[in-house]
């Protein structure tokens, strides 16, 4: 099990911020520490420059004595000395006087000032000072004015350190909890998603999770999910409809078939054999076409891939008409070039069923036409569309009923024989073919009977 399967969100976010916090927090302590000690440097520093300046000062008008004062009296760690051309000590405090000079190093012209730190000699084996070495020019030579103090690491104060670690630990501790507490208020929204959700999963999927008055991305997840459930309901229940459609549709020829050969198996002697193969073989035929129809609109539903390929459409609705055998008289107007990208196979599909639909309605004549259509604004025919119009003269479509012939397995009242009509799976899968190439298939007013319209994109080859 991983860190993130033990600890829950809020409790990783507070973590984070609070280890973010606390290495601000050091980072500032050792920032002002440093500071400190590099406040001390130049003020311990500017301390001993000055006190070897004031004795310069005396050296160079010629008031300095053998034995110098401390200045200030208190600063008796602070020893000067005054070392001539031949490096002889002229001038000293009491702690430096009959001593040798405490460092050799003199300043580089054209500078009159420079420092070291220097160990043992005259401050001993375990002393380290800061010597600050500053030339002094007069007529005998170039004098040297040495002062000091001592190199000491500085000394943070324990109750900085104190005060430091403690203040870290408050401000840390402060944040995460605040972190915490907001995280767990703005995740409230969630809970009540996720047992919303659990509640949905055990009883019922019309019921809808709810959604944060406050704008947010908690908001946007409450619409998502509802919006999901929406879709998914009304799969669940187009799937359920579509069951028991496809088990009624189903039920009829097989009740056909299981009648037909019980009555041979009671009746043998009566019964003719032919005639009843005529009958089996019909109703085995009406099986076969609502299982073909149910395998072709599950692979449209699933989106199953085709090939994509220029086609002539008044050359492809030719070659459709070709292979049929008219019941209806059928009047062809077809327009050569106009290119459409698809699939042969399903197009031509497509074709079939409005034809099958036009001659099951039609009185004595379908008219087809072809044609070509410039862009009208719609941006899925930014080249122009390709037409086809099927047209019977049959008794038409009402218009409240002309979305409905496009629903599965929907037959209308003038249709409901199971004889002369087909499953009620034909325009639905020829619309659905239409837009699997984005396309239309619609219905429009006509003078007499039904008129159906198929708008393809076309082709830039055309």
Known sequence: MGFGDRWSVRSRIALFTGTVVALLCVGFSVVLVWALYMTAG?????????????????????????VLPYDPPSMRDRPVQVVDPRGG?????????????????????????????????????????????????????????????PARAIEVPPGLVAGLAVGSALVTAAV?????????????????????????????????VPVPEARGEIRDLAQSVNYTLDRLEETLEQQRRFTSDASHELRSPITAIRAQVEGALLAPQESDVSEIGQAVLKSLDR?????????????????????????????????????????????????????????????????????????????TTVRLEVRREAPDGDPRFRSGA??????DDGAGIARDQRELVFQRFTRLDTARSRNAGGAGLGLPIARQIAESHGGTLTIIDSPRGACFILRLPLSRES
């Open 89 to 149: 000590v002229r001038a000293a405090t009491p702690d430096m006087a009959g001593k040798p000079a405490m460092a050799t190093f003199h300043p580089r012209p054209p500078l009159r000032k420079a420092s070291r730190e220097v160990c043992g000699g005259v401050f001993g084996p375990d002393g380290c000072h800061l010597v600050v070495a500053q030339q002094v020019y007069r007529e005998d030579g170039d004098w040297t004015v040495y002062s000091a103090a």
């Open 176 to 208: 995460a909890y605040g972190t915490r507490r907001s995280v767990k208020r703005a995740l409230m929204p969630v809970r009540a998603i996720r047992g919303e959700l659990d509640e949905i999963n055990a009883s019922d999927l019309g019921r809808r």
């Open 287 to 363: 099986l076969q076409a609502i299982a073909a129809d149910l395998l072709t609109l599950a692979r449209l539903d699933v989106g199953a891939p085709c090939e994509r390929e220029p086609l002539d459409l008044g050359r492809l609705v030719a070659a459709e008409l070709d292979t049929r055998r008219p019941v209806r008289r059928v009047v062809p107007n077809l327009a050569s070039g106009v290119i459409v990208r698809g699939d042969r196979i399903r197009l031509g599909r497509l074709v079939t069923n409005l034809l099958d639909n036009a001659e099951r309605h039609a009185a």
């Open 42 to 66: 130049a003020n311990l520093m500017k301390e001993v420059t000055a006190a070897g300046g004031r004795v310069a000062y005396l050296v160079d008008r010629g008031q300095a004595g053998s």
């Open 386 to 391: 390709a037409v086809l119009e099927v047209l």
